[in-house]
């Protein structure tokens, strides 16, 4: 199928385009949201919220008997909140660190969660409940209403963040000093808790609650790489997020048999990998590149100031010398020899070398400025 | 010398069971450039993050001018020690100083153009306006804690809480921040400066107080500066002789 086959079967298929439009709203809202997670480094905070969602799902099954999409995840909310409340009570209350809290609250709820659906498993209406969406996600099921209502959120979390910007950046960056100047910084901290809570919820249907996480943190840990200011990190990461979506619905729509998630998932993951390589102040590879650059710059301007330091005294500063001299000298190598002649800085004749006028210029400049800095 | 601007009473403070400062009683003259010294882990962090409210208490009280600390809050401004942020956020210089205004502007409202002054005028008294761009991370120490300082300043309080503000500095930064300093005092404001350099004590500060979990002694430093203090509080035999 061609991309423009493909573009126009989004718009003409009811499933497909409620699948692309859900996947790219819960990945922007995940993106934004993430990007807080991240920059407070509780990247362990989504695993947590999204295991202890799953009990919630099983006790609202148990108790309405529904299979409404919407009672369960109300249920999930609501253990997603105790959880996430409970690990901070936790790490405020006790001196257990937080990521100790973390994988306290999640193997403790995932633990019963998986009790509890077992115990469903066991009971005669099993196949129809269709929990098990929830492990690993079913982005298949996502019907119109379930895309109103994540868009409602994104809405809701964008208005959050527009009016709370200053106070969701103080306390990200110096949470005791926002205190000093007076700001509840638990609210600030509950209200953004919520906000992560029910964003994860909101995907557990279509991720599920093993690779949840991951939507949190792969588009903001991407975004940081390519931005030093807060605003565009949290767009950038909405942006990824979104994107995700749509591209992970596009492959898992085309080839047979992949499920959505778990390639939404992937692409995201792409998107990492692809930022701590390739962005340009903070990837690795022009992190490397400069690093060498910077080496051969250094490796060069020492030999060139050893060659000043021999040719300083002769009068004729064109005065011919050995290259055996040359080896007396740790820095120096044929390489960067040819580099000063490129440079026009070094003349050589068969076993010669020479500086000219203008490497001779360059030297002493670099000479005098090492002698400043010592 | 007239109004008391800091008042603690009895102030315990614990993080597990063990207190780790007891029972400070301190009185802080307004007006005075104080220096609290005490070794590592004498509780010098513990006893402001305290008087600021950041911590609770397990006994004791604070007042400011007289009055509860939280119904004093746009008087007081602090420097937290460096280390305890993530230097690494996505930010810039002048957004970070720029913090200091949110205090006074309250919930929602953002900074206008007034705040953007002020903000500029303290990057510009420390010497930071050139890095007002800077990403944060990009700064050296000693960039990063002038930068702290001018959040603090434009917060425009009566008295100051600093943290170490001359951890990590080379010498022509530490001229810079104590010029800031004494010119708060003259000004008439209360500095109370977390401070580890012995040496300089006398020739910066006009008061002191000596901190181990207890308060060893505070007053002015010519009465109480001695041999036998800077001994009591760190434990070894010290000869520091002031220099007069
Ligand atoms: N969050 C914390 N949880 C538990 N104990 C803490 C915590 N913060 C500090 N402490 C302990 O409290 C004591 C006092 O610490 P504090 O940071 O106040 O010392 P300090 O005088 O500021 O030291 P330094 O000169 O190293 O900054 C130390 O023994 C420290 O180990
Ligand atoms: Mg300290």
């Known amino acids: 199928m061609g991309i423009i086959e493909y573009i126009e079967l989004v718009f003409s298929d009811y499933t497909l385009r409620t699948i692309t439009l859900g996947t790219a709203v819960l990945g922007a809202v995940t993106g934004m949201l993430g990007s807080f997670a991240v920059l407070r480094k509780q990247s362990l905070l989504g695993d947590a919220i999204s295991h202890a969602a799953l009990p919630g799902i099983a006790l609202a099954f148990l108790f309405t008997g529904a299979k409404d999409s919407n009672v369960l995840l109300i249920g999930a909310l609501i253990s997603g909140l105790i959880g996430a409340f409970w690990i901070r009570g936790i790490t405020t209350k006790t001196h257990l660190k937080a990521d100790t809290a973390l994988g306290l609250i999640l193997s403790l709820f995932f633990g019963f969660g998986i009790l509890l659906l077992t115990f469903i498993q066991k009971r005669p209406d099993a196949n129809q409940a269709g929990l098990d969406k929830y492990l690993f996600g079913q982005a298949a099921t996502l019907v119109e209403s379930d895309v109103w ?57 279509t991720v599920g609650v093993i690779l949840m996480s991951a939507m949190l943190l792969a588009p903001a840990a991407a975004a940081r790489q390519w931005t030093n200011s807060l605003g565009v990190m949290v767009f950038l990461a909405a942006v990824f997020g979104a994107s995700a979506g749509v591209f992970g619905t596009a492959i898992s729509a085309t080839q047979n048999n992949l499920s959505t998630g778990p390639v939404i998932v992937l ?58 001299i040359l080896n007396n000298f740790r820095g120096y190598s044929r390489k960067g020899l040819k580099k000063l002649i490129d440079k026009n800085y070094v003349k050589v004749e068969g076993e010669m070398w020479s500086l000219t006028e203008e490497g001779f210029l360059r030297a002493s400049n670099l000479y005098n400025q090492n002698e400043k800095d010592d | 010398m007239g ?64 009055k509860p600390y939280k119904s004093q809050r746009k ?78 300043l434009v917060q425009n309080a009566s008295i100051y809480f600093m943290d ?81």
């Open chain 2, 3 to 66: 109004r008391i601007a800091v008042k603690v009473d009895d102030l315990t403070v614990a993080y597990n069971y063990k207190p780790v400062i007891w029972d400070i009683d301190l009185q802080i003259p307004e007006g005075v450039l104080m220096a609290v010294v005490g070794p590592n882990g004498a509780g010098k962090s513990t006893l402001i993050k305290a008087i600021l409210g950041i911590l609770k208490p397990i006994a004791g009280s604070v007042t400011i001018f007289g």
């Open chain 2, 164 to 244: 170490e503000p001359f951890q990590g500095v080379d010498a022509t930064t530490e001229v810079t921040i104590i010029n800031i300093l004494k010119e708060l005092r003259k000004a008439g404001k209360t500095v109370i400066v977390v401070h580890h350099d012995l040496q300089t004590v006398p020739e910066y500060f006009d008061w002191v107080t000596f901190l181990n979990v207890k308060k060893i002694a505070t007053g002015p430093v010519k009465d109480i500066f001695n041999d036998d203090n800077l001994t009591k509080t760190y434990g070894i035999n010290y000869k520091v002789s002031v220099q007069k």
């Open chain 1, 267 to 324: 692409v995201a993951s792409v998107f990492v990998l692809f930022s701590f390589v390739f962005s340009p102040s903070r990837g690795l590879l022009f992190k490397r590149i400069r690093l060498i650059r910077n080496r051969n710059d250094l490796e060069l301007q020492k030999t060139l100031t050893f060659m000043y330091h021999i040719v300083q005294d002769h009068e004729d500063i064109s005065h011919p010398h050995a290259i055996k």
């Open chain 1, 149 to 205: 209502l994540m868009a409602f959120v994104a809405g809701l979390c964008v208005l959050v963040l527009l009016f709370f910007w200053k106070e969701f950046k103080i306390l990200l960056f110096d949470k005791d000093y926002a205190q000093t100047l007076g700001f509840n910084t638990k609210f600030i901290d509950a209200l953004i808790t919520s906000f992560i809570v029910l964003a994860i919820v909101l995907g557990l249907q």
């Open chain 2, 75 to 152: 008087h007081v401004a602090y420097v937290p020690q460096k280390g305890s942020v993530d230097w690494d956020f996505p930010t810039t210089a002048f957004d970070v100083v720029l913090m200091g205004t949110y205090g006074d502007l309250g919930w929602i409202k953002r900074p206008g153009l007034k705040e953007k002054k002020r903000a500029l005028e303290a990057l510009e008294k420390v010497g930071m306006l050139s890095f007002k761009d800077r990403q944060i991370s990009q700064l050296s120490g000693g960039q990063q804690q002038r930068v702290f300082l001018a959040r603090a």
